[in-house]
């Protein structure tokens, strides 16, 4: 198994952080089919070949997805990918 774990420092509100961890994910399951939900300030991702859960604090975004070996090949792309997002998402 290949993991990605990302830690992103942030000083959004709670309600920012949340709509930031929202458009993460809505652009990765565009891109990547991945399914999401909410428990609380956990979101739980999940596809074939892929789980994991993005975690908000006040001052931290912590995402961490487990790849399956289909996944593994993709890795790098989908880190790229996780940390552009965030980029981007964050300075908004």
């Not at 992103?8 to 089919?33: I, N, V």
């Not at 300030?41 to 399956?68: A, C, W, Y």
């Amino acid at each position: 198994m290949s993991v990605i774990d990302v830690h992103r420092p942030h000083s959004l509100d709670k309600e920012h952080a949340r709509q930031a961890a929202e458009t993460l994910a809505q652009d990765l399951s565009k891109q990547f089919e991945v399914h999401y939900q909410w428990e609380g300030d956990v979101m739980k991702f999940k596809r074939s070949g892929v789980k994991g859960q993005l975690n908000i604090t006040p001052d931290d975004l912590h995402i961490r997805l487990e790849l399956g070996l289909m996944l593994r090949p993709f890795k790098h792309r989908i880190e790229q990918e996780i940390h552009s997002q965030l980029d981007r998402i964050i300075q908004a």
